[in-house]
């Protein structure tokens, strides 16, 4: 199995089989638009604009499962990338990331690569602790996601090949992009 055997519904509700990007490296992210995290959008446009032509995908999967982070219908999300951060890469229907409810490319990429934790050097990963702590403790649980902006890597043979957690930036990610075009 790989992502390629998975469908999603485009922000315009279309249907859209991820063996359509076969042969693509694909940076998935769970995203939202009123998160703290939602300036990495800027990042993921970079990242998208500096290595499409080699061969990156970059795939945006909006959830409102964090704190109703995303509350806007698919329209208002795809206007919202566009004019604020002009993303251009593929933006799908809101949907859920996580639980019972996850959609099943999720609940299979989450399958792939488990929660090893957030990079505790980031300036934010400290008071999203508190938070998932006080107010969504069951989000620390098992492997699911735990909050919005979490990144998979795949390799052009559709296989998970690396998680990161909001707390990791894509710049940072770039090196591991690199090494898979």
């Known amino acids: 199995m790989s992502v390629y055997d998975f469908t999603a519904k485009t922000s315009k509700g279309e249907p859209k089989a991820l063996s359509d990007y076969r042969g693509k490296v694909l940076l998935i992210v769970n995203t939202a638009s009123k998160c703290g995290f939602t300036p990495q959008y800027d990042e993921l446009q970079q990242l998208y604009t500096k290595y499409k032509d080699r061969g990156l995908e970059i795939l945006g999967f909006p959830c409102n499962q964090f704190a109703e982070q995303e509350p806007g219908s698919n329209s208002e999300v795809q206007e919202f990338c566009r004019i604020n951060y002009g993303v251009t890469f593929q933006i799908f229907e809101k949907g859920d990331v996580r639980g019972p409810t996850a959609q099943p490319l999720f609940k299979y990429l989450v399958s792939q690569k488990g929660f090893e934790g957030f990079d505790e050097s980031h ?59």
Request: hydrophobic share 40%.
């Open 123 to 181: 300036p934010v990963a400290g008071p999203l602790m508190d938070v998932l702590k006080r107010n969504f403790p069951q989000f620390l649980e098992g492997d699911d996601i735990k909050w919005n902006f979490t990144k998979f890597l795949i390799n052009r043979d559709g296989e998970v090949v690396a998680r990161f957690e909001p707390t990791t930036t894509p710049t940072a990610i770039a090196p591991e992009i690199e090494k898979l075009l």
